[in-house]
Structures are given as C-alpha cells and as structure tokens.
C-alpha cells in the first residue's frame, strides 16, 4: 500500500471511530436524560440536586453524609476498599450517576502521593503563596493542585487553610495565609477559583478560630463578636464570598462554648444565612460530636466515619429528631456542590502528572514570594564572575530544605533527602527534607568560583570556612507541623550561635531562612543580607539561587509581622491543655473519648481584632521587620496621592521605579478609621502588585471596597460605616508609608 494509500485507510478508520464513539456518547446522554433528567446541563446545580433527591431512599441519603473511615480516628467500613488512598471517600450512588467523593489533602500538593505510588509538585507553603501578594499567582497555585489532584484519581481536595496568624508559634502557620483578614481572604479565594476551575471540589478551612494546635480537641476559644466578625471570621468571609468554594471544613475547637462543627452561629447564622454559602459543612477528622444539636446548628457531614451521621443519624431521622427537610438540606447541598463544580459532569480520570510543568511553576511562585528582608551595602544580588569562594553553611543545605508537616505533608519522589534512597517515607511528626540541594543550585551559578559546605554542627568550625571565602551564605531552618506549636520563635539546633559566628568571621554573610512563619533573629544585625525563603517545594534551591544571584529580583512582601520577642506577643506563653483535657492516646478507641467530647479548658484572645500588626502598632511595640515589608534590588518612589472620597472610595497615586533594574512594587494601601470607630491605629485596605521597567511610572488606582473600611456593628449585626475622617497612607510596607491624605467619608 502506497504512504498516501496507509495514510487515506487510517484517516477513514479515525473518522469511523471517532463519529461511532460521538453516536454512543450522544446515545448514552439521551439515555441519561429520559431517566436521569438531572443530568441536563441546561438546570441549574439547585434544580438537579433536587431532582436527585426525590429519587434518593434514606439509606442512599445517609451514605452521602458521611465517610468509610479512618485507622485510628473511627470505624472502618468495608467499603473503604474503594477509596483512591485519600483522607476521605464517600461512596457515590451508581445507579443514580453520583459519582463517589474522593478527598485528598492538598494544602500546599497532594499529600501521601509516595506512599500511594504516585507523584505529587511540592508548591512553595501556603504562607509563602501569600508572600506573593499576587491574585494571579494564588489562581494558578490552585489550579496546580487541581490538575494533580484529578490526574491522581481525586474530585475533592482539601486545602484552602485560612485561620489568622493569631499565634505565629501555631504549628500550621506555613499551611495559612498570614495574619491580615484581607489579604489571607483574598489570596484563598483566588487560589479555591483556581482549584475548581478544573473541576474539583475545594474547601476552605478549619472553621474558626483554630488558632493553634495545642489542646485543639478540647479548647474553647473566648472571643468578643465584633472581634471574631473583624477578623478572624472576615477573612472566611471573603473566602467564602468571593469563590464559590464548595466545603467548609469546621474546626476540631470550641467557640464561645459551642464545638465549632455544632455552633450554630458559625454555621448557620454567619456562613450559611448571612454569608450565603451554599456549599456543605464538612468536620475537620474527628471533630464530630453529636446528631441532633450537629445536625441542628448546620453540619452537613461527618468525617472520616459515622458515629453521629450514620445509624445514629438514621435513629434521629425516623424518630422525628432530625426533620426530614433538614436531612434533605444536608444532602441537597452536596449534591449541589457536585454538580456546580462539574465532578459530576467531568467525571475525573486519572492520568499522567505534568511533572516538568508542575516543576516550572513551583520554581517560579517560589520566586515571588522569596522575601528580601534585609540587604546592607547591597550585598545582594552576589556577581558570580566577582566571586572566588562561597561558603554554604547550614543542616542539610548539601542535600535539600525543610518541608511542612502534618496533613498537608507532600512526600519527595525519592523519599527524604536527609535518609538513604528510597528510606524516606513520610511518617506524622517527622520532619521531611525535599530534595533541592541549595549547595549543588549554588554551584551551578557559580560554576567560577569553589563553592564549600559545612552542616554548621560545629560552629567554629563553620565560621573557619566562612573566613577563608569571599561570602558565606548560611541556610537556617524551623520546621512546623500540624499537631504541635513552636514552644519558641527562636531558631532551633543552636542555629542562632552558628551564624552569629559565622557572621562575626565573614562580614559578607547571606541568610536565608527556611520556616513557616516568624523567627527571632538576635543576629540580624550582625549579617549582611536576610531572605526568607518559606517551605520553598520541590524547586526551592533553584528559586533561592535565581534571587541570591540576581535573575529574579525580588518582590514579595511579609504577610506577617516579625516579632523581635516571644515577649512581646498578645501571649507571651501558648495557652497549654492541661492534662485532663487530652485525650488518651493510648487506647485504640481514643477516637470515642474525643467524640464524646473532651472537658474544655480557656482560652481567651482578649487582644480582639488586634491580630498581627495592629497589635504591634496599638501597643507602640517596635517590631523587627514590619508586616507588608519586603526589599527589591530596585527601589520605587510613591507620589500623587489622590483620594476621591464617595460611596466607594478610589485612592490613585504614581509609582516609578526609580532604580536600573525591573521590578514588581506591592503598592499597600493602608486607613486608619475615625477615633469613634475605636480601632486599632490602621488597617490594610488595598494593595495592587505593579510591575515597572526602570525609570518607568505608573498611575495606579484602587477602588476600596466599604466593608473594609466598616466595623461590625453587633447590635445591628451588619458591618457599618462610621461617617468621620479617614486618613489613607501609601506606601512599600505597613511601617514606610510615604503618601497620606484624609477624606471625609459619610
Ligand atoms: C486536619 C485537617 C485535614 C484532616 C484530614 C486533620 O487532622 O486538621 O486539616 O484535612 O486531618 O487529613
């Protein structure tokens, strides 16, 4: 047969297929339609929910409500076999086209990826997308998981962890978005847009006030209304509005008495009536504690068993306890929630992970949200032509950087790089070093000059190899996991001793820090240069490398305050459990004693809204570098400012990059409200990420949304606009903010 011959009989047999798979796909939709009506796509998700559930028994209704169980943390269903490995499956109901829910953590990748024989992209920690202060990045972070999350087999993931760095020592500071309402709402909004867009249901959590880890199971969390509602609660607020999120994960805590996941004023009054979410309530794992009051207060569905929303359920439903429309509430919201995010229509297939892909866009956020701290003299960028020797100094900077712990772990491809191949499963508490040597992505931009390592173990043998080479650059680390608090902002592993004598041996020495949140720095005035790298993922050393050596230059911006003392936070000390209210870890069963609901103890956070830097600046304490601060290798000049004050206020201004090198500024808008509204000194009200050439100016103009110039009113239970003077400041951080101007706004 003739090429052209070969190439007509393929074409004809393409075409064959291709129209006969059309027609049986064509056939199977009509099908659908004449029994299953709700799988037109014309109806809206409500429509099709409720048409699903005149068709659903109570049997199939209740399945819906809960998971197949958790070793350890529940029973254990025997239909768990069907669970793609994730923390959660709910089977779906065939003969009715609901596909089962497929949960994965995903706070910063898809967790246990390694154990389940399957790759997963490490993005750069929660905290450090914040960094960003970039929309567009925090879209495409979730997006990426989203696409891993589908290609692994997963329709549900479980990231879009968003609770206020009240307490910077919290264990999960790395898995949220920092301590400004604002901006943690709108970064887990863009990134939950992000993750559903590729048809995978996303959930914001731990609902609420979750604030540190510490007896987590039996805290109740004291708080004054207009507090919660100011901040901890706006930044859910915003989350919740401005993505359509599909979940809401309640917390494992109490709030003001209630467990979160039976509040009926978290639940029902705030997310589901004023809010308006239209999504289910899902419980953090194990953070059910009853039926009827649960079910009341507006929990949609257990996690990861059935104690309260299976038989116990069925019980309350025939006996009356749980009315039949509230039953159907909870199941109509899931199925809704299925249906709006296409898990339905999109069925997901597993497939191959755009590793390369996954690789490129982890490298590139990291380089955003890579802060520059401090940069005296212009230590950096380094020149490599200039350099002779480097002295990279640091545990484990030979072979990788430190990861996040907990549920939102990512497991390395390889396992841990601090063990032999193939040695490093992850395992819960044990901290997981990713393989991204920054030794070898500083030896490959330096190719020059003798690059040498030392672990730091023995300081003074670290500072011997620092004073023979032209510049030291020490990597320094604090690990955080979910399920422990830092007992200290100090650095561990006698860290600060090290580069204190690195720093006294080489006046040229570079840090770069690997944590979640916070540290305290005794050294900082002593070194040259401070970057903050964050948990930097699976190509944090070649991020590191492309900032410390120029290709990148900087732009993020702290999304938390740097304290310069444990002393001076709301509370100088983690308010700890006694013992009676930790469950007994011990026992297998220990799942029943948390679920019948452990003695509370208190904690109140009588600092209110002053979270963050509102704390700082109400109590005049100096702090060590300000939330919102962040150096470039260019500089930029603020002028013109402009407010025209009005219903929603719009504040303009030029922004020139005065230096010779391009640059993004985030330009941070600030307010400080009239004294009637009784507020901390200002607040963050708008920010806008510019991106400039050098000597190029920009006229950037900012609407600000009212809501984030009101106070809540708790006795009209709305927020309000207090009519007065509003003074507006602008500027590169919440501590330089060269332009102010006051309106009045009524
Ligand atoms: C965590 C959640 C997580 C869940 C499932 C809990 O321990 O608090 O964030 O989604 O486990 O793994």
């Known amino acids: 047969m003739s090429q052209r011959m070969q190439s007509a009989v393929?074409?004809?047999?393409?075409?064959?297929?291709?129209?006969?798979?059309?027609?049986?796909?064509?056939?199977?939709?009509?099908?659908?339609?004449?029994?299953?009506?709700?799988?037109?796509?014309?109806?809206?998700?409500?429509?099709?929910?409720?048409?699903?559930?005149?068709?659903?028994?109570?049997?199939?209704?209740?399945?819906?409500?809960?998971?197949?169980?958790?070793?350890?943390?529940?029973?254990?269903?025997?239909?768990?076999?069907?669970?793609?490995?994730?923390?959660?499956?709910?089977?779906?109901?065939?003969?009715?086209g609901i596909p089962a829910l497929q949960m994965s953590d995903a706070a910063y990748g898809v967790r246990v990826s390694g154990e389940n024989g399957r790759y997963s992209t490490a993005l750069p920690s929660d905290v450090a997308g914040a960094a960003t202060w970039d929309l567009e990045g925090a879209y495409a972070y979730g997006a990426l998981i989203g696409r891993e999350l589908r290609a692994q087999g997963y329709n549900m993931g479980l990231g879009g962890g968003v609770n206020l760095t009240r307490e910077p020592r919290n264990g999960r500071t790395f898995e949220y978005m920092g301590e400004d309402p604002i901006l943690a709402g709108k970064m887990v909004a863009a990134a939950i847009n992000g993750l559903q867009a590729q048809h995978v249901i996303g959930d914001i959590k731990h609902y609420a006030l979750n604030d540190q880890e510490s007896g987590r199971n039996a805290v109740n969390v004291n708080i004054n209304k207009r507090a919660a509602r100011e901040s901890d609660l706006l930044a859910f607020e915003i989350g919740v509005q401005e993505s359509n999120v599909g979940a809401v994960m309640c917390s494992y805590n109490r709030v003001n008495g209630d467990y979160a996941c039976e509040n009926k004023y978290l639940l029902t009054d705030l997310l589901k009536n004023d809010w308006k979410f239209n999504g289910f309530v899902l419980t953090d794992w194990g953070g059910a504690h009853s039926t009827e009051k649960a079910s009341a207060a507006g929990l949609d569905h257990e996690q990861p068993g059935w104690i309260f929303y299976g038989e116990e359920m069925k019980k309350a439903v025939l006996a009356g306890k749980v009315p039949k429309a509230q039953l159907d509430d909870h199941v109509h919201r899931i199925l809704r929630t299925m249906f709006a995010t296409g898990i339905v229509d999109h069925p997901v297939q597993k497939s191959v992970v755009d590793v390369e892909g996954g690789l490129d866009i982890a490298r590139r956020l990291e380089e955003q949200a890579i802060v520059l701290l401090k940069n005296d003299h212009q230590q950096l960028p380094l020149d490599a032509a200039k350099l002779r020797s480097i002295a990279v100094i640091g545990p484990h900077a030979d072979v990788g950087m430190i990861s996040g712990g907990g549920s939102a772990q990512v497991d390395p491809p390889v396992g841990n790089a601090i063990l032999p191949p193939g040695k490093g499963q992850t395992r819960w508490l044990e901290p997981i070093w990713f393989p991204t040597s920054p030794l070898k992505s500083i030896r490959a931009?330096?190719?020059?000059?003798?690059?040498?390592?030392?672990?730091?173990?023995?300081?003074?043998?670290?500072?011997?190899?620092?004073?023979?080479?032209?510049?030291?650059?020490?990597?320094?680390?604090q690990w955080e996991s979910e399920d422990m608090d830092l007992p200290t902002l100090s650095?561990?592993?006698?860290?600060?001793?090290?580069?204190?004598?690195?720093?006294?041996?080489n006046p040229h020495t570079v840090v770069v820090l690997e944590t979640g949140g916070p540290v305290t720095m005794p050294w900082a005035g002593q070194v040259s240069a401070i970057l903050e790298a964050w948990f930097a993922g699976s190509k944090g050393s070649d991020a590191v490398a492309n900032v410390v050596f120029g290709d990148v230059n900087p732009s993020a911006k702290l999304p938390l305050t740097f304290p310069l003392s444990d002393a001076d936070l709301p509370h100088p000390q983690i308010v700890k459990p006694p013992r009676t209210s930790m469950p007994d870890n011990t026992k297998p069963e220990v799942w029943k004693q948390i679920a019948a609901g452990l003695p509370p103890f208190q904690l109140t956070y009588d600092e209110g809204v002053k979270v963050g830097y509102k704390w700082y600046d109400a109590e005049n304490k100096p702090v060590l570098f300000p939330f919102g601060h962040g150096l470039s290798y260019t500089t930029y000049a603020y002028s013109d400012l402009k407010i025209e004050s009005g219903k929603t206020p719009r504040v303009s201004f030029t922004l020139?990059?005065?230096?010779?090198?391009?640059?993004?500024?985030?330009?941070?808008?600030?307010?400080?409200?009239?004294?009637?509204?009784?507020?901390?000194?200002?607040?963050?009200?708008?920010?806008?990420?510019?991106?400039?050439?050098?000597?190029e100016s920009k006229e950037v103009t900012l609407e600000i949304e009212p809501k984030y110039l009101s106070i809540f009113n708790v006795e009209q239970n709305g927020w309000q606009l207090i009519p007065g003077e509003y003074t507006f400041m602008v500027g590169g951080s919440s501590q330089s903010l060269p332009l102010k101007q006051t309106a009045r706004i009524e």
Do not use: C
């Open 445 to 477: 931009k330096a190719a020059g000059a003798t690059v040498e390592f030392d672990s730091g173990a023995d300081p003074e043998k670290a500072a011997s190899l620092a004073k023979r080479a032209d510049v030291a650059i020490v990597f320094a680390y």
């Open 491 to 505: 650095l561990p592993e006698n860290q600060d001793s090290l580069i204190s004598k690195v720093a006294a041996a």
């Open 10 to 96: 393929r074409y004809f047999f393409l075409l064959f297929f291709s129209l006969s798979s059309l027609l049986a796909h064509v056939a199977v939709a009509q099908q659908n339609s004449q029994s299953h009506p709700w799988m037109n796509t014309q109806l809206s998700p409500d429509e099709r929910a409720s048409q699903v559930i005149k068709q659903m028994t109570l049997d199939e209704k209740i399945q819906l409500l809960h998971g197949t169980g958790m070793v350890g943390l529940s029973p254990m269903s025997p239909l768990a076999i069907h669970s793609n490995g994730g923390a959660g499956y709910v089977p779906g109901i065939p003969r009715l």
């Open 656 to 695: 020139k990059n005065a230096g010779d090198r391009t640059g993004a500024e985030v330009a941070e808008v600030y307010a400080s409200l009239p004294a009637a509204a009784s507020e901390p000194p200002k607040r963050l009200v708008g920010w806008s990420k510019v991106k400039l050439n050098p000597g």
